[in-house]
């Protein structure tokens, strides 16, 4: 059984992959924030890898998070 396995669109299988993948995300979003300035190529990369880890915009995430709560 795969925890990362899609239900559609904007949810994931489990309401915890789903908060994993918000957290990474949070965290990847923060680090290319604090760390623009110094390294600007590694943070663009974070960036993207945070919009993966969202599967597309932080809205995409909150709309399939609202849909795995109801």
Request: hydrophobic share 55%.
């Amino acid at each position: 059984m795969s925890y990362f396995r899609g239900v559609g669109m904007f949810g994931s299988a489990f309401l915890g992959a789903h908060l994993m993948r918000g957290a990474a995300a949070a965290a990847l979003l923060t680090w290319a924030i604090v760390h623009q300035a110094a390294h600007p190529w590694p943070s663009l990369g974070a960036g993207i890898a945070a919009l993966v880890a969202l599967r597309g915009c932080p809205m995409c995430w909150t709309v399939g998070l609202g849909s795995r709560l109801n």
